[in-house]
């Protein structure tokens, strides 16, 4: 009877391991899948963190350098407004750079202005072919044209006004963050999260680059005025 009873306490006591070794084991693999694998949430929640980084900061800011030193900005031809839009682009150009195409907005950045290219094409091309028109058919069409494009704007305006107000501010938040025009709440969100976070860093990387230029020009004119003197 004793023998009996060790035994079967032995097997119960190995039964047990089998079932602890097992569960340890299975622990392990889930972690190690979910460290492969990261879940969508720790994905967004990583890529909003990178931009407040000090690392990132500085890869912007040598992008964005190396970018702006390639526009050809003449104050002289140019005006204020078309300098500040010029900037405003390589530098939008420069964080999308920086932000890999991961993201919408990002992707949508870098694909604008080829698609700003080609419409300016079909511009062209709509342009040489209704000045042809008209000078064949003459100005009826022209108005007509004007009076169904007042039209649709007037249809266009009634169909917003008519949209409640959540879904509104949803829409003009998808028209604010690129690429998030027509796409639904969850992914303007995210996006919306991760461009903001994305411009904050933009803003600390030019005001500092704007800190240099200004301190190493007072230092280039204070160095040159004794020698003018």
């Known amino acids: 009877m004793e023998?009996?009873?060790?035994?079967?306490?032995?097997?119960?006591?190995?039964?047990?391991?089998?079932?602890?070794?097992?569960?340890?084991?299975?622990?392990?693999?889930?972690?190690?899948?979910?460290?492969?694998?990261?879940?969508?949430?720790?994905?967004?929640?990583?890529?909003?963190?990178?931009?407040?980084?000090?690392?990132?900061?500085?890869?912007?800011?040598?992008?964005?350098?190396?970018?702006?030193?390639?526009?050809?900005?003449?104050?002289?031809?140019?005006?204020?407004?078309?300098?500040?839009?010029?900037?405003?682009?390589?530098?939008?150009?420069?964080?999308?750079?920086a932000a890999k195409g991961k993201t919408r907005w990002s992707r949508a950045i870098l694909t604008s202005r080829i698609k700003l290219k080609f419409r300016k094409q079909q511009h062209k091309r709509r342009r040489l072919a209704s000045?042809?028109?008209?000078?064949?058919?003459?100005?009826?069409?022209?108005?007509?044209?004007?009076?169904?494009r007042k039209h649709k704007l007037s249809v266009l305006g009634l169909k917003g006004k008519g949209l409640p107000a959540v879904q509104r501010k949803v829409s003009v938040l998808g028209r604010l963050v690129p690429g998030c025009r027509k796409q639904p709440l969850p992914v303007i969100l995210e996006e919306a999260t991760d461009y903001i976070a994305a411009l904050e860093m933009q803003v600390k990387a030019m005001s500092a680059i704007a800190e240099l230029l200004s301190r190493s020009t007072s230092e280039a004119s204070s160095s040159s005025s004794p020698m003018t003197s």
Do not use: C, M
């Open 3 to 97: 023998q009996s009873s060790s035994s079967a306490v032995a097997a119960v006591i190995s039964t047990n391991a089998n079932i602890n070794t097992d569960r340890a084991r299975r622990r392990k693999k889930k972690k190690s899948v979910l460290q492969k694998h990261p879940s969508k949430e720790n994905r967004n929640s990583q890529s909003h963190a990178k931009w407040k980084t000090e690392a990132q900061q500085q890869i912007y800011s040598s992008k964005l350098i190396q970018a702006l030193s390639q526009v050809n900005i003449n104050p002289s031809t140019s005006s204020a407004p078309r300098q500040g839009r010029a900037v405003r682009e390589v530098a939008d150009r420069a964080l999308a750079f």
């Open 131 to 148: 000045s042809s028109s008209f000078s064949s058919s003459g100005s009826t069409t022209g108005s007509s044209s004007r009076s169904s």
